[in-house]
């Protein structure tokens, strides 16, 4: 099973609950009352988010954080990768030469071309795409519905 990092998750819910305004900020203890994640977990996410250029820290009485661009931009890729680091399903994808079969390895063309596509759609959905058309998200594409009649 490909799944999310539970940091990654909660990164998404996070930035979801930040609003697309990138002029408002937001401190970690907001965050936590508002998302109910706890608080030593919100400040390590917020940190590494602006570490890695998806917030901006904003120091001060009314300090805390912001989007470093509007939520058109960050895309999840964006966001996962602050997180996980770079979106890669196998350890070759990621580190060439990390595999001591990787020169014998049928398949690696293989998986370089599924991590491709994942990476592709992970690039094409928006922060803002997912704080205003949460239902759109909830029905299964068309490909996985029609895959898991077949199996029935």
């Not at 508002?34 to 300090?63: D, F, Y």
């Not at 293989?110 to 491709?116: D, L, M, P, S």
Request: hydrophobic share 45%; aromatic share 4%.
């Amino acid at each position: 099973m490909i799944k999310l990092s539970r940091l990654a998750d909660y990164a998404v819910v996070l930035l979801t609950n930040m609003g697309g305004d990138t002029k408002a900020v937001h401190n970690a203890l907001d965050l936590t009352d508002r998302t109910g994640l706890p608080m030593p977990t919100v400040s390590k996410i917020l940190a590494t988010l602006a570490r890695n250029n998806v917030l901006i820290s904003v120091r001060g009485a009314k300090g805390g954080y912001r989007l470093a661009a509007p939520a058109e931009r960050i895309t999840v890729a964006d966001i996962i990768a602050a997180i996980d680091g770079p979106i890669a399903l196998t350890q070759c994808v990621d580190t060439a030469g990390s595999c001591n079969v990787e020169t014998l390895c049928p398949t690696r063309a293989g998986w370089h071309k599924i991590n491709a596509a994942i990476l592709k759609a992970l690039t094409g959905v928006t922060l803002a795409e997912l704080m205003n058309d949460p239902v759109a998200f909830m029905d299964p594409p068309e490909w996985a519905t029609r895959e898991s009649q077949e199996h029935a």
